[in-house]
């Protein structure tokens, strides 16, 4: 299957050679087709399939076939993160760079700027509004947001979202919507409350569900058994000089253990920041610009970033503790080996955790190989 498969209009089909796409990923194949014909949709797909562009690019084309352009919010898509709004935004962009539709991200944050910035799309009739429930919800208690002719509704990250606690929050920005509307949620997971959530925004849904949970083919995962004073050497031995480790992710569950990782690795002079929910938003864009332009080569972060970031061309994930959850493993990791490249994800496992590396093995179905620890850490 290819994008013309779908009968896009020429803007489109220009939109995603100019972001270099291909061929369809299995999502998109299932998706766009029933997005197009009006259908509301559940799907469920692990992180990295290639979501976004599964709903852009079919709300994108309705929109490029209108004689004329709207002035009012057409598509709404609600987000749990401030990054990940940045980063359909962008995605949004770059797929209409042909075409005239316009998108804002609505997110919080103390610049007055912004805010002002954000306002004025709202009032004037962006056709995407893509923001994160507190901030929109704040929008909407000053009197000026209207949304009553949004036509499409899209959540992302809807589990996350869940997770993060913003049920009461969706539900009230619901309330502002058209009974009639298309309604699309997105998830990497299908935990009940998301099939209650589901039960009650969306109308008569189709679904589309794609290997739940389990990390993609071209990630070669293995695993340490150290002490906690073990880590940082045999990270800094995995990273040091590795021409091909340009980029490397280090993941900890805390923010106290992130700062900290940070300060040491820095210490050791190697090129590394740290990103976590404690930096104000205009120092976590620049880190995460800057990692993305390789501008230092570790990221130490908390699992805020572990969901719905993009950045491309990571080649090693770090588990500088093994994370709660099988499911936040599953997401950890899949921040290597985007789209058709591979990737590495290690973990490092001390006495404490063994149990819960288990039982990630278990919610996988398979062992992770064990390195043997290097003798000279
Ligand atoms: P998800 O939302 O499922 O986590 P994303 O939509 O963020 O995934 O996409 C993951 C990465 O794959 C992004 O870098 C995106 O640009 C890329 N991608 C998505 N679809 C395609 C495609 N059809 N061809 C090439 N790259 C793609
Ligand atoms: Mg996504």
Redesign the pocket.
Known sequence: MTFEDFNFHPDIIGGIKT???????P??ELAIPLILQGKDLIAC?Q???????AFVLPILNKLALLPVKLNYINTLVIVPTRELAL?IDQ?VEGFAYFSPASSIAVYGGNDSGNWDRQRAAIESGVDFLIATPGRLIQHIQMGYVSLDRVEHFILDEADRMLDMGFYEDIMSIVEKLPKKRQTLL?SATMPDNIRKLSKVILNNPEEISLSISKPADNILQAAYFVEDQQKLSLLTSLVEGKSNVQSALVFASTKSEVRDIEKKLIKDKASARAIHSDLEQQAREEVMRDFKNRKFQILVATDIISR?I?I?DIDLVVNYDVPRDPEDYVHRIGRTA???SDGVALTFINKKQRRSFEKIEQFLGTKIYKIPTPKDL
Request: no cysteine; hydrophobic share 25%.
């Open positions: 972001m270099g796409f291909e061929k369809p990923t999502v998109q797909a992180t990295g399939t290639g979501k976004t562009a980063q995605q997105f719905g993009d491309e985007r789209a058709q």
